[in-house]
């Protein structure tokens, strides 16, 4: 078997061997000490690391993971009378290619939650994943590293259902995070009677913002603004699922105007602060998107936008699945006007993850989460915490999902 271990045990270890002693690791209870303390130390590396400005998404991963964050985390999971709470058993992870810390966010609350893991990560490796595991290793080298050292393999290697296979046949979780056609690939592969399934596949995310609320804002306001807006939509080159791809502008049609090219000047001002990249693969690919766009009806350029970055899109029929679709990321950016936040309502579906919000009122946003679909819209953030992370993600209380609860007799 074509198969790499990268991390929690040697090269050359029986396949069968190491599946059968993953599965046999006893479940702990959630936020047990010896997960706990290991996830902080681990953190701890990651923040203190002479390489940790080289890689802000790590750096974010070490800060969301750090002790205080984790004590305050398990304060919210409170014992529940007449129950036993513990880890499912072993999960299995099945990484993306296009975020590299999202595995670390799935895999670290599963070891809270309790459970023995697996994690598949991509073939491509990065720099970031050869970070993060460096530190991990280092970590697992310590004292604190001696207890969780046998509940976790870390590994890769080609698609391959035999492999896939019998690892989901040891699993009592399987989380797949990727595209559609992953998770229809992988759902295909049994898993035990008994086990559970998360899947987070492909998503849309979108933006929107008051066009009253830009023009109020002095100079600072508008800059903070435009930092936030590229800390959700540059990082990743929009490949992440909470990353917007499309803005809808809330007002009158003069605001609008007014509004939008003062806040695309600014985050023109802090692309350039950023020596944002823009490599010649990403303008290709967002120029072949607005071909596409235009010979289909569904979007067209503004007025000198060929070529520029970002690029930006005029939708001539709203959010419609055909849009999705041809969406690449990589700096391009639909936009549309409507007079109320909760007109945009009816062109969301089960595609859109999150919408990032800037000038709305509680009312305005209750009113739009009251009239989408069913299933549409998971996240409402403030336009700028779009990548942050939650416990609760797509919808599901991962800690909650990661685990299970087991009856008790109440004396």
């Given at each position: 078997m ?8 040697d090269?050359?270890t ?5 599946l059968d ?10 936020f047990d000490?010896r ?5 902080a130390?681990?953190s ?9 400005r080289q ?6 991963l070490?800060?969301?993971f750090?002790g205080?964050s ?13 129950f ?10 099945v990484?993306?290619?296009n ?6 966010y ?8 309790g459970?023995?893991?697996l994690?598949?990560?991509s073939?491509k ?10 530190a ?6 310590e004292?604190?590293g ?5 509940r976790?393999?870390?590994l ?7 492999i ?6 040891r699993s ?6 990727g ?5 229809a ?14 899947c987070?596949p492909d998503?849309?995310s ?11 804002l ?5 800059a ?13 080159a929009?490949?992440?699922c909470?990353?917007?791809?499309m ?12 509004a939008?090219?003062r ?10 602060r950023?020596?944002?990249d ?7 690919a967002?120029?072949?998107a607005s071909?596409?766009?235009?010979a289909?009806?569904?979007a067209h ?11 930006r899109?005029v939708?001539?029929?709203g959010l419609?699945?055909?849009v999705?679709?041809?969406h ?5 950016f639909?936009e549309?006007?409507?007079?109320s936040?909760?007109a945009l309502?009816e ?5 859109e993850?999150?919408?990032s919000?800037?000038?709305?009122g ?8 009251q009239?989408?679909?069913a299933?549409?819209?998971d996240?409402?953030v403030p336009i ?10 797509d ?12 009856a008790l007799?109440i004396?």
């Amino acid at each position: 078997m074509s198969i790499r271990y990268l991390l929690g045990t040697d090269d050359g270890t029986p396949f069968e061997g190491l599946l059968d002693r993953c599965a046999a690791a006893p479940a702990w209870a959630p936020f047990d000490a010896r997960a706990t303390a290991f996830v902080a130390r681990f953190s701890q590396r990651l923040l203190t690391h002479p390489q940790a400005r080289q890689f802000p998404e790590m750096a974010a991963l070490g800060h969301w993971f750090r002790g205080a964050s984790l004590r305050d985390l398990a304060a919210q999971y409170p014992a529940r009378a007449g129950f036993l709470r513990l880890g499912r058993g072993l999960a299995f992870h099945v990484a993306p290619a296009n975020v590299d810390s999202v595995f670390m966010y799935s895999w670290l609350l599963s070891l809270l939650a309790g459970n023995a893991n697996l994690v598949r990560v991509s073939q491509k490796g990065s720099p970031q994943q050869d970070f993060v595991i460096e530190a991990l290793r280092a970590t697992l080298a310590e004292p604190v590293g001696e207890p969780v050292a046998g509940r976790f393999v870390l590994l890769t290697y080609p698609h391959d259902d035999a492999i896939t296979g019998a690892i989901s046949a040891r699993s009592q979780l399987r989380v797949v995070w990727g595209g559609d056609a992953t998770v229809a690939t992988l759902r295909a592969i049994p898993l035990r009677p008994t086990a559970t399934e998360l899947c987070f596949p492909d998503r849309f995310s979108a933006a929107a913002l008051s066009a009253a609320a830009v023009l109020a804002l002095d100079d600072a306001g508008l800059a903070r603004l435009a930092q936030g807006f590229y800390n959700d939509a540059f990082w990743f080159a929009q490949q992440a699922c909470s990353s917007p791809r499309m803005l809808a502008w809330v007002g009158g049609g003069a605001d609008v105007d007014a509004a939008a090219l003062r806040f695309w000047a600014a985050v023109a001002a802090e692309l350039t602060r950023r020596d944002a990249d823009n490599s010649g693969a990403m303008t290709m690919a967002r120029v072949a998107a607005s071909f596409e766009y235009a010979a289909a009806g569904l979007a067209h350029l503004g007025p000198n936008m060929l070529g520029s970055y970002p690029l930006r899109l005029v939708l001539d029929h709203g959010l419609t699945a055909a849009v999705k679709e041809v969406h690449c990321g990589n700096g391009l950016f639909l936009e549309q006007r409507t007079d109320s936040l909760a007109a945009l309502a009816e062109q969301f579906s089960d595609r859109e993850q999150t919408l990032s919000v800037f000038g709305f009122g509680e009312d305005e946003l209750m009113a739009l989460m009251q009239a989408v679909p069913a299933r549409a819209i998971d996240r409402l953030v403030p336009i700028g915490r779009a990548l942050d992370f939650s416990p609760v993600w797509d919808g599901q209380d991962l800690i909650l999902s990661f685990s299970r609860l087991i009856a008790l007799p109440i004396s």
